[in-house]
């Protein structure tokens, strides 16, 4: 069992939650993930970790509320408990002296975005970071993510705080002003598509962190396959980061669209209390 120490509703059903778990904290790495199940009945879901403190022991999630598992989750108090987290898990992002650094996080993306741009920005990485919300009251974390970088750039796509527009109008403005020496994307597959397409003609190495469907986490079940570079790799054993120039996206948010149906269905009983509440 892990114990909730601190919860917070960041922004409209996105959550911030930090737990103890001090075994996962002490090896836990930018760019890892954990699953977690709520109960007995629940699912296995993989969420990106947002934070770490080895000292105090804590892990700190950030997710949105979206399907019946992340609605479970939401309901979770501070002093409650989550019955399983399975971690960290995945390679941890590539951390090196690389120069300039573009960090582009989007939505829920934004999170995980924040400890890899402060591990580059610690290895003396000049760091651009371009945060892309849906609106003004979708913005979390700024204050922390400007601490972590030497340009901080805020988009919104109705322009009600920041710059109007998409990540990728920021970026193409700074590779126009000078060629970054690395980028890294995360958040929704098709922003990291279209970060991708940016700078494949620029020829700018860039790496995507993937959210693919996941089951079991440990390379066994195979649900989270991708296709990188024409060949199959598994998104938690191989990844979560990839070279974007070389991920199948289309593949990928044709899987991703899967379970639509099925998952609108379970959260719609749920709701309604037709399957017992677990």
């Known amino acids: 069992m892990y114990k909730i120490i601190d919860k917070q509703l960041i922004a409209p059903k996105t959550f911030y939650m930090r737990i103890e ?3 996962i904290a002490s090896s836990a790495k930018a760019g890892q993930f954990v699953m977690i199940r709520t109960n007995e009945t629940g699912e296995r879901v993989p969420l990106t970790i947002a934070d770490y403190d080895a000292k105090e022991g804590s892990v700190t999630l950030v997710y949105q509320e ?5 609605a479970l989750l939401a309901q979770k108090n501070v002093g409650d408990s989550i019955l399983d987290i399975l971690g960290p898990q995945g390679n941890p992002t590539e951390i090196e002296k690389f120069g300039h650094v573009v960090v582009v996080g989007g939505g829920i993306g934004i999170a995980p975005a924040f400890p890899i741009a402060r591990a580059l920005h610690q ?48 970026l193409s403005k700074i590779i126009n002003e000078e060629q970054p020496d ?34 079991c986490g440990m390379g066994m079940c195979g649900a989270c396959r991708v296709t990188v570079g024409g060949k199959t790799k598994f998104t938690c054993m191989d990844g979560p980061d990839f070279d974007g120039h070389d991920v199948d996206f289309m593949e990928l ?7 639509k149906v099925e998952e609108k269905v379970c959260l719609e ?3 309604r209390g037709c399957d017992g509440g677990n």
Do not use: C, H, Q
């Not at 979206?66 to 992340?70: D, E, F, L, N, R």
């Not at 958040?187 to 993937?210: C, E, F, Q, W, Y």
């Open 21 to 23: 778990a001090p075994i």
């Open 66 to 70: 979206a399907g019946k598992s992340t």
């Open 123 to 170: 290895m003396k990485n000049r760091i651009t970071l371009i945060a892309g919300y849906r609106s003004a009251e979708n913005i979390f974390w700024e204050d922390r993510l400007i601490s972590v970088s030497d340009r901080f750039v805020l988009m919104t796509n109705d322009g009600s705080r920041g710059e109007k527009g998409f990540v990728t109008d920021a």
């Open 182 to 215: 690395r980028v890294i994307a995360i958040g929704p597959p098709v922003m990291m598509k279209a970060v991708s397409d940016v700078t494949r003609a620029k020829n700018i190495k860039t790496i995507v962190s993937l959210n693919s469907l996941m089951v």
């Open 253 to 259: 948010m044709k899987r991703l669209d899967t379970y």
């Open 269 to 271: 009983d749920w709701e």
